[in-house]
Antibody, heavy 124, light 110 residues
């Protein structure tokens, strides 16, 4: 059974750093892109970026480039999303999802399995 | 900046049919946008329903179907059930691995 299990909720202060995780199981983690999606309170979904665990090829949405870092450790089937200095506006639910890509670049495809979400709360 | 537009809200009666649409600020939505549709209920992660315009996942109920309608992508629910009340999001792919989600449609079953 394919599963993506995310790390637990976090409460942080502005300026602190944070790294949340998404652990895959039940499939070959190395060979599927992992996407990160943000959902701010009461708002819609926003695509943040993707990573290919096999070679750590990473692509970011322009809105999130330079604001977060996406990484992965294929040896433990885990992808990460991290911030070096959190802001109150980073308060949101963050989801990871598996991307089944139609090509090797991750430029098109579909999301099939999703993590349960990690709620990040940042106080000022 | 590319904007993907959905109806903010729709209401349908149980057993009825409703169509949700997904428009692109760049123009006509074609099969090359590989549209995806997701259902999200309060407190839950999004659940994929449709990909590649009209393909269903193994778990997608038969009453959900995807298509292109005019210049938009569309999701049609036929024989709506009370449990279909949820927020629905489309996703369109643009060049360079830069997909964009629509703003979502809140579907009320009443």
């Amino acid at each position: 059974e394919v599963q993506l299990v995310q790390s637990g909720a976090e409460v942080k202060k502005s300026g602190e750093s944070l790294k949340i995780s998404c652990k895959g199981s039940g499939y070959s983690f190395t060979y599927y892109w992992i996407a990160w999606v943000r959902q701010m309170p009461g708002k819609g979904l926003e695509w943040m970026g993707i990573i290919y665990p096999g070679d750590s090829d990473t692509k970011y949405s322009p809105s999130f480039q330079g604001q977060v870092t996406i990484s992965a450790d294929k040896s433990i089937s885990t992808a990460y999303l991290q911030w070096s200095s959190l802001k109150a506006s980073d308060t949101a639910m963050y989801y990871c999802a598996r991307l089944v890509s139609y090509d090797s670049s991750g430029s098109t495809g579909y999301f099939d399995y999703w993590g349960q979400g990690t709620l990040v709360t940042v106080s000022s | 900046q590319t904007v993907v537009t959905q109806e903010p809200s729709l209401t349908v009666s149980p057993g009825g049919t409703v169509t949700l649409t997904c428009a692109s600020s760049t123009g006509v939505v074609t099969s090359g946008y590989y549209s995806n549709w997701f259902q999200q209920k309060p407190g839950q992660a999004p659940r994929p329903l449709i990909y590649n315009t009209s393909q269903k996942h193994s778990w997608t109920p038969a009453r959900f179907s995807g298509s292109l309608l005019g210049d938009k992508a569309a999701l049609t629910l036929s024989g709506v059930q009370p449990e279909d009340e949820a927020e629905y999001y489309c996703l369109l792919y643009y060049g360079g691995a830069q997909p964009v989600f629509g703003g979502g449609t809140k579907l009320t079953v009443l």
